[in-house]
């Protein structure tokens, strides 16, 4: 019964255009599909552009509000490929998200196994919580009076996100950068800021790693791992995987689907199809699963050095800002 209402919302079939045993299963109520559509959208995280949830909720930002509180309730992975969407929208960085997922697991007492296996590996990448330290948190947190605590709950918890890893083929994108946030910059930020401003996003290994780091652990620029159909990847011994529990959620089961079949010789491209699924979806899988560690990038596209960067580094950065010789960790 669910599984055919949620497949005439994938395929975004209009209330007017359902087949008659499926509207059936709705009671013959266009407000009961309604609801399902916002279940569904939220639950596996759709853009709100080009889903059918836009005929139904027509504030896109209350959408994307209620979407990111679900997501940390369900203890999900943050949503990486709407991160144009929620980070410049309404400036909520991975970070501050896996902040407050740890929070609601510290304030509800919850066993650290509570986080699904991938949400706990990026929240010890992001913010250096695993196990020991999780416990560690609980017990202070347990002193702490009953007044204000979810306040001081925060107040225990890492204020700025740890140096990542980063490859040079990555892409720096501008967050949501306010007036307020510029002044404190020293000149070299702010031409970085400009930059990006200017010309958008730019390739990571183009530009001053110093600048990147200090405007990452701001919160004003966050990364993208852009990857395409015709890519190929490797996935080595796996470091920092945390075994936790299994979700079940949509994204999870897909990473385990293309964990147990990625292959080094096998495109992006061919092992959705080997897979029969979207191919957008898949490329999410493979981001993170660079993003995290566990999957290096076989052909990682050339860096283009932006020209407005050579034209600069002569007075804002070093000359090791272009060279091969780009830190790995930002």
Not at 108 to 121: G, I, R
Not at 196 to 217: C, E, M
Not at 255 to 260: A, E, G
Request: charge should be positive; include cysteine; charged fraction near 25%.
């Amino acid at each position: 019964m669910e599984d055919e209402i949620n497949e005439c919302i994938r395929k975004k079939i209009q209330w007017t255009q359902l087949p008659g045993n499926v509207k059936k299963l709705l009671n013959d109520s266009p407000k009961e599909y309604e609801r399902c559509i916002l279940d569904f959208s939220i639950k596996n995280q759709l853009r709100f552009r080009g889903s059918l949830v836009r005929s139904v909720r027509k504030d896109e930002r209350k959408y994307y509000e209620m979407l990111v509180q679900s997501s940390i309730q369900r203890l999900m992975l943050y949503p990486y490929h709407l991160a144009d969407m929620i980070v410049k929208g309404l400036r909520i960085t991975p970070f501050i998200y896996y902040i407050e997922v740890v929070a609601l697991l510290i304030e509800t007492e919850k066993s650290y196994d509570t986080m699904p296996n991938f949400t706990a590996a990026d929240c010890l990448r992001l913010l250096g919580i695993g196990r020991n330290e999780y416990l560690e948190l609980v017990a202070k947190a347990r002193s702490l009076g009953r007044r204000g605590r979810s306040k001081a709950i925060r107040g225990l918890l890492p204020r700025v996100p740890l140096n990542i890893p980063m490859q040079p083929w990555w892409r720096v994108e501008l967050g949501y950068v306010l007036e307020e946030d510029v002044k404190p910059l020293n000149e070299s930020e702010k031409s970085l800021i400009d930059l990006l401003i200017d010309r958008g996003s730019q390739t990571a290994g183009t530009l001053d790693y110093n600048l990147v780091k200090s405007l990452y652990r701001r919160g004003l620029v966050y990364l993208d791992v852009p990857i395409t159909g015709a890519d190929k990847v490797s996935v080595p011994p796996l470091k920092g995987f945390v075994m936790n529990r299994i979700a079940g959620d949509y994204f999870e089961t897909l990473l385990y689907k293309v964990f147990v079949s990625i292959d080094e010789h096998t495109s992006v491209a061919e092992l959705a199809s080997v897979l029969q699924v979207d191919a957008s979806l898949v490329k999410q899988a493979v981001s993170l699963y660079c993003r995290l560690g566990f999957a290096e990038h076989l052909q990682p596209p050339p860096r283009q050095p932006s020209p407005r960067l050579l034209d600069e580094r002569h007075h804002h950065a070093p000359a090791s800002s272009v060279s091969p010789n780009y830190p790995f960790v930002v």
